[in-house]
């Protein structure tokens, strides 16, 4: 069975970090681009780092500067380093990747379970 494994997630005051790390799980035969969003009480799921299996990345201007995603492609995980947090970074991030499996013949949209990330004042 495949799927995204978060892990990291946690209470911090701001000005802290933390890192988030996420891992593809079962037998996996094509793993696309890595994603990270997240979503706070009342908003909308936002696009936080994309990751692409080259090392490419893209980031929302919310985080810039401050966030830092990177993957080990033999690990098949993808990480987020989130610096000077913020109270309004708070949320739950999940991580997202299209991933060709022996399950079907095309690539399929898999979410991570989310992870609570709560900056305090």
């Known amino acids: 069975q495949v799927q995204l494994v978060e892990s990291g997630g946690g209470l911090v005051q701001a000005g802290g970090s933390l890192r988030l790390s996420c891992t593809a799980a079962?037998?996996?035969?094509?793993?696309?681009?890595m994603n990270w969003y997240r979503q706070a009480p009342g908003k909308q799921r936002e696009l936080v780092a994309a990751?692409?299996?080259?090392?490419?990345?893209n980031y929302s201007d919310s985080v810039k500067g401050r966030f830092t995603a990177s993957r080990d492609n033999a690990k098949k995980t993808v990480y987020l380093q989130m610096n000077n947090l913020k109270p309004e970074d708070t949320a739950v991030y999940y991580c997202?990747?299209?991933?060709?499996?022996?399950?079907?013949?095309?690539?399929?949209?898999?979410w991570g379970q989310g992870t609570q990330v709560t900056v305090s004042s």
């Open positions: 997202n990747a299209k991933i060709l499996s022996t399950r079907s013949a095309r690539k399929l949209d898999y």
């Open positions: 079962g037998i996996i035969l094509g793993l696309d681009t």
């Open positions: 990751v692409t299996s080259g090392g490419d990345t």
